[in-house]
């Protein structure tokens, strides 16, 4: 309760105390950045640095996981414009979206109402739902997907392997992107079971013409051993951990 009240605070006074972190997204062929994803922090005045596992359930279950995730959505609008600004080769950010959001009627106009508003092209952004999210009232979500679609507005399946879903989604879903979970990597060259999975999810990847990032990079062998499989993207600590705008804007013009 006292976490819930502070983040009603935190909402109240316009998003003062949440920061984004961005993590990059690394291209396989040219070890370039393509992307980023975006990962909010809470700046408790009390306790400090809030990390997102200790508070978007509570989100989640209060509701304010939809005004927080609209200043999200901004906040992140406002940081490609100063990139862009500052001359940076343009990177696709990835936002993580709770089902109570995607489940919210007025998500989508209130998605595309933002990206007017600040003047970014829908295209700099790309929406991460889990698979459970996507599973949940599938009327509903196939509604918010074509909506989605019409706009070219693209979306990414986070922790993919993870949820209770069956592979039929993937045919009926219109989605851009897989994320393999980080599960499935972290130990990727010790384990064959996790060879297995990481390789045909992989070739599913290829055949289906979607785009696939690999999560939970954390060492050269298996940046190498992804790389030789034809994953495409690539992301972990082996490359950088979540860094605030100003270390993201280092590393991405870092000399290389
Ligand atoms: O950054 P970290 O690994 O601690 O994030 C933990 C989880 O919190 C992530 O898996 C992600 O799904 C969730 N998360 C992080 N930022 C956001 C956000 O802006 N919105 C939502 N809905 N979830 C987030
Ligand atoms: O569920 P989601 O994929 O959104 O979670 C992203 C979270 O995973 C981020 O909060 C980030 O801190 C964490 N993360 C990113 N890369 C790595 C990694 O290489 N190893 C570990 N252990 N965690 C990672
Ligand atoms: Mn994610
Ligand atoms: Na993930």
Known sequence: VRLENGLRQAVKDGGKEFILYYQPVIDA???KITGCEALIRWNHPEIGLVPPNDFI???EESGLIIPIGEWVIRQVCVQIKEWDAAGLDPVTVSINI???QFQDASFVGDFISILREEDVPFNRIQLEMTENGLMEDTKETLQTLAELKRNGIAIAID???TGYSSLSYLKQFEVQTLKIDQSFTKELT????D??????TIQLAKSLGLNVVAEGVETKEVSLYLKNLGCPHLQGFYYSKPLTPVLFEKFITRPA
């Not at 010790?190 to 079971?193: A, H, K, S, T």
């Not at 060879?195 to 045909?200: D, L, P, W």
Request: hydrophobic share 30%; proline share 0%; net charge negative.
């Open 195 to 200: 060879k297995a999975i990481v390789t045909a």
């Open 98 to 100: 709770s089902s109570e």
């Open 57 to 59: 359930k509570i989100a």
């Open 190 to 193: 010790d384990n064959q079971g």
């Open 29 to 31: 062929d040219g070890e």
């Open 159 to 161: 922790d993919f392997g």
